[in-house]
């Protein structure tokens, strides 16, 4: 019973065919194949076309998995052996089509995901090389803009000291206007460029919270009024007051925020507010926030706004600002946050985790505001000025730096952009400046004008030392009108400076 | 007169085999992927002279990212070798060289001849420059969606396998 059974369930499982040394069918079931008897075998598929190479030089036996014998209508998947007989050979077919069908549907699934994980790799890879590529080509486009650009600026400061009249003068004012919007713009591109390169670093030191919150009040306090619109700043006064980061790009990170704030804000308060989150050991966690009334941000915009090139098709006018925002924090290891409802306003926020230092640095200006004990007080030969040096020529640069160092008693920063002089003025404590007074994008008297103004007690006294190569009495005075205690006409001696230097300096 | 010739076609997985077999024989082509399983065989007879015509028996082995896992029973009594990769994935030509060389060890002397497929989808001063680069040698790029060049292999290597053919018979004679 068991055995007949047994039988009848091989039997449809099994085929066996038997031929002849040329391949001529002698004998055949016909259960999975059907096969003719007197015909070629290889009539009945073309696998057994090549039995006579297979089993050439008097293979006794070959074994063949998983052959594809069927039709698409019909699957058959078998594996055969061919064994060598007296006079011929005897094939045995075995279907094994359920089983291979699973193993189909594995390999299927395998290769798949296999070919996809590659093609996304080799996906990736491309769209890097495109950003990279893109991202050269804007860096040095951008540098190439700059110089005529500088240029422009320089020649349009020029042009502005020459007679003209009333109307050339409006002109001149939008004229200049624009183009210290392109620098911005251009600055910009050029920031994202170097971002998304990763040839921006960090280069933090040890700066005065207050004054660089002072100086954000100072300049957007202006900007908004001129808008008709209120700036509030409030910070946690548990805030350290001296912080280790890097000042300039926070800086950048808050302007954007307000330059954005302002720009869309139509009417209400922009709040800048600094909380401190934590403060541990010689770290501050601070939450800087940006709030606006402005007309607020879709939902549905929130995810693409801080893509770089992605808002440059959108909206007119709109920077690279969050982008920038985006990259500069995360190089510090923190992320943009927003909260906006349309027709309310938008709340950006990050935190950020800052080292203090636990005694309040020493810098030689700081020096100077200690009660006079003058059992301490250093020897005057040796005591060391901090000299900030406004130059944006790099002969004159080095060849006033070398006059400088040799006396060994001057520490010297050097500033090339006149935009970064305020920056620097408000957040070290410089005993001296020498300006150079005619810089690319603005005068030297400009900023000694601004400087000037400061409403802090320390800045605004800095002696200020202009050195230019006009000549002329009247411009020298007009200089001087502008808050410059001294102007040296290039060439001068080394040795005029320096007394000119000691003179301030007492 | 008509001799058959047993050709396996091989490489990795996804590379086109099925698909290059496929445009040969039925001038046809899918653009999707069924994976191929062990080996499916067709036959296809190609004239290489006014008289003479060679019915290539095409083996189209399932894909494989090691070439020593080849059934060795699958390359018994083999003509000619088709090896194919893909110029769009880099992967499936990574080992050329070593591929050959395993190959060459298992069926001594038989002819081969190395496709690079898919040519439609990448530049092909791209896919020369890139494969010069690595020192790899091809006989031929080929689309088997567009068809191009697809006639050209087969009929080459049926010529080839006719003139070994004719060489044999004259050694014999
Ligand atoms: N664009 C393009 N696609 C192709 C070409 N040849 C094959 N393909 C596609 O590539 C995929 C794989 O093709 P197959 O012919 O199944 O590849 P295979 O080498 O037989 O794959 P396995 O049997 O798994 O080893 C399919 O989606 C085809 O449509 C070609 O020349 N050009
Ligand atoms: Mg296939």
Redesign the pocket.
């Known amino acids: 019973m068991l055995k007949e059974l047994r039988e009848n369930y091989n039997r449809d499982k099994f085929q066996f065919i038997l031929t002849d040394l040329t391949g001529r069918v002698v004998q055949s079931d016909q259960t999975l194949l059907s096969v003719e008897e007197n015909v070629a075998i290889g009539e009945a598929h073309p696998f057994f076309l090549s039995i006579p190479e297979i089993m050439d030089a008097g293979r006794e036996t070959a074994t063949f998995h998983c052959v594809q014998l069927g039709t698409p209508m019909a699957r058959l998947t078998a594996d055969i052996e061919i064994h060598r007989k007296k006079d011929g050979f005897l094939i045995v077919i075995e279907d094994l089509t359920q089983h291979y069908r699973s193993y189909q549907k594995m390999a299927q699934t395998r ?1 798949e995901s296999i070919i996809d994980s590659e093609l996304i790799v080799l996906k990736n890879h491309e769209l890097q090389e495109r950003e990279r590529f893109k991202n050269e080509f804007i860096q040095n486009f951008s540098h190439e803009l700059r110089n005529p650009l500088t240029n422009i600026i320089a020649l349009t400061n020029i042009l502005q000291r020459t007679d003209l009249s009333e109307e050339q003068l409006g002109i001149l004012a939008v004229l200049k206007d624009s183009t210290s919007n392109l620098k911005l713009m251009l600055e910009d591109i050029l920031s994202i460029a170097m971002i998304a390169k990763g040839k921006l670093a960090l280069n933090p030191s040890v700066f005065n919270f207050p004054h660089f919150i002072e100086f954000l009040k100072l300049t957007y306090t202006t900007r908004a009024k001129e808008k008709g619109l209120a700036f509030s700043v409030t910070t946690d006064e548990k805030i350290p007051e001296y912080l280790e980061g890097d000042r300039i790009r926070l800086l950048q990170v808050l302007t954007n925020l307000c330059d954005n704030a302002v720009k869309y804000t139509k009417e209400g308060t922009i709040s800048l507010h600094v909380a401190l989150n934590q403060k541990r050991a010689n770290t501050a966690s601070l939450r800087f926030s940006v709030k606006d009334t402005g007309p607020g941000i879709p939902p549905e915009s929130l995810g693409t706004i801080l893509e770089s090139f992605e808002q440059l098709g959108q909206t007119e006018g709109v920077g690279l600002g969050l982008a920038i925002v985006k990259g500069l924090l995360d190089l510090m290891g923190s992320t943009i946050k927003i909260e906006s409802e349309v027709g309310r306003g938008s709340h950006f926020y990050f935190d950020l985790k800052l080292q203090f230092p636990l005694r309040e640095p020493i810098r030689p200006a700081a020096r100077k505001h200690l009660p006079p004990t003058k059992a301490k007080a250093p020897a005057k030969d040796t005591q060391k000025y901090r000299v900030l040096l406004v130059e944006d020529n790099e002969q004159v640069q080095t060849s006033l730096f070398k006059s400088l160092i040799e006396p060994g008693n001057f520490f010297i920063d050097v500033v090339s952009d006149g935009a970064l002089v305020m920056q620097e003025v408000v957040n070290s404590k410089y005993d001296i400046i020498l300006m150079d007074v005619n810089l690319p994008n603005i005068t030297g008297d400009q900023l000694t004008k601004a400087i000037r103004a400061f409403p802090f007690k320390d800045v605004k006294k800095i002696p200020i030392i202009g050195i230019t190569a006009n000549s002329y009495k009247a411009q020298i005075k007009a200089y001087k009108k502008a808050g410059m205690n001294a102007v040296i006409t290039k060439p001068f001696e080394q040795n005029e400076l320096l007394k000119t230097m000691q003179r301030l300096l007492k | 007169m008509n001799i058959s010739k047993k050709i396996v076609v091989l ?1 990795y ?7 290059l077999i496929r445009r040969f024989v039925e001038n046809s082509f ?7 399983i062990g080996v499916h065989i067709v036959k296809k007879t190609v004239q290489v002279s006014t008289d003479d015509t060679v019915s290539l028996i095409l083996w189209d082995l ?2 494989t990212d090691d070439i020593a896992s080849v059934r060795e029973s699958y390359l018994l009594g083999t003509h000619g070798i088709i090896y ?1 990769f893909d110029v769009s994935r880099p992967s499936t030509f990574q080992s050329i060289e070593k591929d050959l060389e395993a190959l060459a060890k298992k069926v001594p002397g038989v002819p081969t001849q190395v496709v690079g ?2 040519i ?2 990448v530049a092909s001063e791209e896919v020369d420059a890139t494969l010069t680069e690595k020192g790899i040698s091809f006989d031929y790029l ?4 567009t068809g191009e060049k697809v006639n050209e292999l087969f009929e080459h290597l049926a010529k080839i396998l006719a003139l070994d053919a004719e060489r044999i018979k004259g050694k014999l004679q």
């Open positions: 290769n | 490489g997985f996804g590379v086109g085999k099925t698909s899918s653009n999707d992927y069924k994976v191929s399932e894909g194919v497929n898919k439609d989808l080929t689309s088997a969606k």
